[in-house]
């Protein structure tokens, strides 16, 4: 059995491993801690956890999940077996258990104790609407049925006991809320804050059942749930705070924007109202937040979640597949295939495979195998060098994709492209030129 169960376990294990800051300089929580989690990101550096929050007593933790070499160590596995390692808990989910006595059960908050403001919740980007909650993952239950559903949802805090939620077309809560709505109720609802990042990872997977099933499988044994206060929603076990409220029926009110996972920020949304009935917290508890228009947001959302589908799409029109990534920086759109060719049509074919994987992705690069796919400058300079973009270079115009998308339109349609940059047949013989790797430290005692 792993030793990861709880949020404070990974952390420790981040200790470990130097993956983890422990800032004990006083931040604010209003721009302050966004932008030290932005800076640490773009260099790729450690997470970061805040001990002295300006105003409030509780500490905030946040990036954990901004870098793959993170990613690894939260699904107890190395850098290379990423991608397998989600297969795996895709293909073997566990049901997970109920347990008494949870610990978010120590404190419960409910009338005039309660009160979202009291929380160091983040106001994280300079043009975000006010604080968000983006790294709790929602627990929610299906309004006629036992089926229970993870996901992110942005919300933002909007008073005391009240919440915006953001809930678009195409989630799993969209048809539990349009039920409870056609019954003019309110649907019960739960946000989880500080959990087992393995469930962080589980809720960004599209998976069509409970994705707490998932997350199970990826950690080899059943996840710890139990009963929140307010209603019979199983909620994970071992977390820092559940927040429970009501998505009250027939409520629309403008919410947003917030920093999005595009690197723009998000439009105004009329948006549900989440009243909140009760915050249950561990005792010494601990804040976790990430930033909206982040490479942990894409992380969680479009690359961990995809790069499954993409290789399996792929590799089903072509067995010259060899890697797949959908790098950060593309912010979900883009997709990059290495090939081992061998029939100069191959990578068109490849692109027209990617594409359907996902309706996010937009472009799609195939390189061959002596191209590093994780490094830009490597795919650069495959496009640079071994594209003629009148033959290697084509559009599907007027596809699906994401309404988000700066380059579609308002109902996501937008022009496909695929970009072989492979070198071409005639030219196989040339050759990349690879020196040979050094041990630098041993020149430069
Ligand atoms: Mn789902």
Not at 369 to 390: F, G, H, K, L, Q
Request: glycine residues 6%; proline residues 6%; aromatic residues 6%.
């Amino acid at each position: 059995m792993g030793k990861l169960n709880d949020l404070r376990s990974f952390l420790e294990m981040l200790k470990e491993k130097d993956q983890l800051y422990i800032i004990n300089k006083e931040v604010d929580k209003k721009y302050e801690i966004g932008s030290i989690l932005a800076t640490l990101e773009k260099n790729r550096e450690r997470a970061a956890y805040f001990t002295k929050v300006r105003g409030y007593s509780i500490p905030v933790t946040g990036g954990l999940l901004a870098d793959h070499r993170r990613i690894a160590l939260a699904l107890e596995t190395d850098l290379d077996n990423i991608l397998e390692k989600l297969e795996s808990g895709l293909k073997s989910p566990i049901k997970p258990i109920i347990v008494d006595n949870p610990s978010f059960k120590e404190n419960i908050l409910t009338g005039d104790d309660l009160d979202l403001r009291k929380l160091p919740i983040p106001v994280h980007a300079p043009e975000d609407a006010g604080p968000f909650i983006t790294a709790g993952v929602t627990v929610s239950k299906d309004f006629d049925s036992e089926r229970q559903n993870l996901s992110f949802q942005r919300m933002q805090i909007k008073g005391k006991d009240k919440m915006g939620i953001m809930i678009n077309e195409w989630r799993h809560l969209k048809g539990f809320f349009d039920k409870a709505e056609a019954a003019d109720q309110p649907l019960p609802i739960t946000v989880a804050i500080g959990v087992d990042p393995v469930i962080m990872i589980a809720a960004g997977l599209r998976y069509d059942g409970d994705e707490m099933e998932v997350a199970s499988g990826l950690r080899g044994r059943p996840i710890e749930l139990a009963k929140a206060h307010t209603c019979d929603i199983k909620v994970p076990a071992h977390v820092e705070f559940i927040i429970e409220g009501e998505i009250l029926p027939g409520v629309r009110e403008t919410e947003g924007p917030l920093a999005e996972f595009t690197g723009h920020y998000g439009t105004k949304w009329q948006s549900p109202v989440i009243k909140v009935k009760a915050i249950c917290h561990r005792n010494n508890p601990i804040w976790q937040t990430l930033n909206g228009a982040s490479f942990e947001h894409i992380n969680l959302g479009n690359i961990l979640p995809r790069e499954p589908l993409l290789k399996r799409f792929t590799s089903y029109v072509s067995d010259s597949v060899k890697n797949v990534h959908i790098p950060p920086y593309g912010s979900g759109f883009l997709a990059i295939v290495a090939i081992d060719k061998k029939n100069p049509g191959e990578p068109k074919n490849v692109v027209m495979a990617a594409i359907t994987s996902h309706v996010n992705i937009k472009n799609v690069i195939v390189v061959d195998t002596d191209v590093d796919i994780y490094n830009p400058a490597e795919v650069m300079w495959a496009v640079s060098n071994r594209v003629d973009p009148r033959n290697d270079i084509f559009y599907i115009p007027n596809a699906q994709g994401h309404e988000m998308d700066p380059a579609s339109n308002r109902r996501g349609v937008q022009t496909k492209m695929g970009i072989d940059a492979t070198l071409w047949e005639e030219k196989k013989d040339l050759k990349k030129v690879v020196y040979p790797e050094v041990n630098l430290a041993e020149y430069l005692k």
